[in-house]
């Protein structure tokens, strides 16, 4: 019987490199987060405004969609890297 060799068509990374990489990420992460939610106490706080001077019609909606949007993405980008950065 013959043996089976596998053969990688790439070479795994050492942990010493991949643990500085998850670091970055982590903090990346960490960064986003903050940004979108300083975006969305600043959204709020139009959309208070605008609500109480009777403007529903404004674009501080539009910030908190897309600060929830950003928040949501941030971490699915996060989710993605750890799962094809091997462990």
Known sequence: MSAMVTVLAYKQMPPEVIRPIMQLIDWLLWIVLLFCMAW???SAGKLWY???DDMANNEATHGVMMSLVGAIMASS???IALALLPQ
Do not use: V
């Open 40 to 42: 969305m106490i600043l």
């Open 77 to 79: 980008a996060s989710g």
């Open 50 to 52: 605008a609500f109480r």
